[in-house]
């Protein structure tokens, strides 16, 4: 059974630092990965989605790896902003339709 | 146009209340989606229909039940429901209806907050 895990759980970091999120998996056969934003009470928005084939994906200030022998993805946010506070969810696509979501990390940028 | 737009934003209902859940989207996709997500908890498979069949059921109880009357909508029926059920109600859709596509982005509405009472 596919597992999903997000590490840490919660981060506070100020202003303008760089940081890294980080999303394990425990069955490396899966079609994507993609990271989602949610802000609280919300819906999620898509951030990167990166196929199995792929090792990484970036869009503006944000790099997302994937190493699916190791079972690991990461998000990059460079130069984070208090508008980047959030949680980050990281969810794997299996057989099918089925998507398996981490747990997520609350991210909290001080000004 | 990549929006999924869910109505209402807000219910709440009574245990032997009859409601139903709306969700929409026009951008031609195939696949759509009914996720529960609780309080600081991952969002929740429960149900995906593709070209407007059933597709994949999660063993979701019979209190709940999904309605995709064409390619555009999506419904889900709620009667008879436990406070435990109260939660965000998440849409989501993506471009076709065959599984394994593995470039496919899922697009997220932005959730109906129910409240059972």
């Known amino acids: 059974k596919q597992e999903v895990t997000q590490i840490p759980a919660a981060l506070s970091v100020p202003e303008g630092e760089n940081l890294v ?17 949610q802000d609280p009470g919300k819906g999620l928005t898509s951030l990167l989605l990166i196929q199995s084939s792929q090792r990484e994906q970036t869009s503006g200030r944000l790099n997302a790896s994937l190493d699916k022998s190791s079972g690991r993805s990461t998000l990059y946010i460079a130069a984070s902003q208090p508008g980047d506070s959030a949680t980050y969810l990281c969810a794997v696509k299996t057989g099918g339709f089925k998507t398996i979501f981490g747990a997520g990390t609350r991210l909290f940028v001080k000004a | 146009d990549t ?23 026009h951008m031609g ?22 070209y407007e069949k059933l597709s994949i059921n999660e063993s979701v109880p019979s209190r709940f039940s999904p309605e995709c009357p064409n390619s555009s909508l999506l419904n889900l029926h709620l009667h008879a429901l436990q406070p435990e059920d109260s939660a965000l ?19 997220f509405g932005p959730g109906t907050r129910l409240l059972v009472l």
């Not at chain 1, 999120?21 to 934003?37: H, P």
């Not at chain 2, 219910?11 to 929409?24: A, D, P, R």
């Not at chain 2, 109600?89 to 697009?107: I, K, P």
Request: charged share 20%.
């Open chain 2, 89 to 107: 109600y998440l849409c989501a859709s993506s471009q076709t209806g065959t599984s394994g596509r593995s470039q496919e982005t899922q697009y």
């Open chain 2, 3 to 25: 929006e999924v737009t869910q109505t209402p934003k807000h219910l709440v209902m009574g245990m032997t209340n009859k409601k139903s859940l709306k969700c929409e989207q």
């Open chain 1, 21 to 37: 999120l980080n999303c394990s998996f425990t069955d490396s056969a899966i079609y994507n990965l993609q990271w989602f934003r």
């Open chain 2, 29 to 50: 996709h195939r696949a759509m989606y009914w996720y529960k997500q609780k309080a600081k908890k991952p969002p929740e498979l429960m149900f995906v229909y593709s």
